[in-house]
């Protein structure tokens, strides 16, 4: 017998009451993602089905550029070798950063742990532009590396515009997104298990094999989920160190829309996106099969062993790797040539002057200030509401709705650049602030909900509900008891996507009028037409700034606890 009529409007309506906070919390979120993102992606999609005559003629409804796109062998090629250069720069930043991070590990003082991260993180917040300008200096002909090669007796090597540029270059900007998660694992790591395995004879290497590569797995492949996923979706490191012989989808993306075949950007970005959605799908298959299988105990206890000379002699190469672009830009910005020569004949300071002098820098300077300014205080104010949302009151529905807030995290930056570029037209608001604050609040959002949810997870519920207890008012209460919990991460998370914001460049190239420029998008375009150190003035620059800003964040991490949650707990909790 069913329920009366009145019964069943009286339980949607309690249901309707309790979730309400929640619903309430989130809605602006996913209003946004609605609007801002899920529009311009389906914007994009319908104009995937549009054909440009030679005439100038728009055709919609057709398949004709689809059909162009599968028959063309050239895009072909095009994709081999993107999923080629993915491949290779995952395979190679697996093989770098996973004794990187059990090296880490091992070091017995917390603070020589933490400065370690510390090093190999704080680069991670330094411009894109920067550390590829600093490998250009380095891989050119006349470079750090050919001037080491012929003091030793050697020949020089092309090194710069190959493939072999763009891998180097791609390891060292997305090592830190392999080395987090094998961290994680490694934290999770009993070290009675590794101690057992060698009181019952087994030797260094079969203690690796057996113990602790199996139960890192589900780091390892987190980390190489991560870096293809982002490979492949790169396009300022491959435009720029390619030289136009590396050619990947989102490069030709870039060139479809210059030469205004737009149908055919769209189709291409569509593409891109379907490559990563595939290749996630196959990790995560390849994730849930490693966790079915790994039953290991978890804990947070730190490795027993000291480093040992062997793992921090790795660590001294890999600092080096990490920072030596860096150091090749500061020492770079005060040579007195115009070119990359290394050593500096002499040494100069005009190319900070010539910084100052140049037209459009400081109004690209302005706009990048403002955009990250807006869309970092509007993610952060949507981002903590969010994350309040889903650990405090857990709506119906919050699985789907988080999944769906950390959606833009899949498409690469190219696909949504492009996809915000004909919407914002299609719109009216191409070419303004708010367009361009908007799409960045939809990729910062995510970083920020990640950091607060984290944080919110460790907090004490019984002081806001004592609040309420007392008469506070939901926002009250709030204010007065879990605010002063995650204070720092609130400041660490907005940080972060203030320098997310900053620093973009493969989504907001496609986004400005040709009246406008932000920073990292006025350096990509000088970096493409000049060569002088007035570029490595800049980035010098932008380094210190971003070095104060690590340290700042590392800091507030430490103090919310958001670092030891997202390097442990979270992960326990996905599994």
Known sequence: MSPPASDVRTGRADALRRNRPGYLLIGPSVVLLLAVFVGGMLTLLEYSFHRVLSDGTDISGTLATWRDLVTN????????????????????TALVGWPTAYALHRIRSEALRYLGLFVVFAP?????????????LILGDDGVLNALLGAVGLGGVKVLYTQTSVVVALVHILLPFMVFPLTSSLRQLDPALVDAAGDLGAGPFTRFRRVVLPLTLPGLIAGMQLVFALTISSFATPALLGGGRVQVMATTVY????????????????????????????????????????????????????????????LGVIYVFVLAPLVVIVVNSFSSVSYGAWPPPAWSTKWYANLFAQEGLGSAVVLSLEVAVAATVLATVLGTAAAL?????RPAGARVLESFALSP????????????FVFLHRISLFGG????????????????????TAALVRTDATLD?????????????????????????????ALFAFIVSFDEVDMTVFLLSPQQNTLPVWMFTYM??????TLAALSSILIAVAVLLAAVVAVLFARSGALSALAGDRQRQEG
């Open 389 to 393: 949302a889903f650990v405090r009151y």
């Open 255 to 314: 060139d479809d829309v210059n030469n205004v075949d737009w149908p055919m950007a769209a189709a291409v970005s569509y593409s891109l996106l379907a490559v990563a959605v595939v290749a996630l799908a196959l990790f995560g298959m390849l994730q849930r099969r490693v966790r079915r299988g790994n039953g290991g105990g978890v804990t947070a206890a730190a490795s027993t062993h000291s480093a040992g000379l062997l793992w921090s002699t790795w």
């Open 528 to 533: 493409q037409k000049y060569q002088d150190p």
């Open 409 to 420: 995290t899949v498409v690469p930056k190219v696909a949504f650049g492009f996809a915000g």
């Open 465 to 493: 509900e004592a609040a309420a207890d007392l008469g506070a008012r939901p926002l009250r209460a709030f204010l007065a008891a879990t605010l002063p919990q995650v204070r720092s991460a609130v400041v660490a998370s």
């Open 73 to 92: 062998a050239h895009r072909w090629d095009v994709l081999r070798q993107t999923v080629e250069l993915g491949v290779i720069v995952t395979a190679v």
């Open 124 to 136: 991670l917040l330094t411009s894109v532009i920067a550390r590829t300008y600093g490998w250009e």
């Open 433 to 452: 602030v708010l367009g361009l604050v908007l799409t960045h609040v939809v990729v910062t959002l995510p970083f920020v909900l990640i950091v607060m």
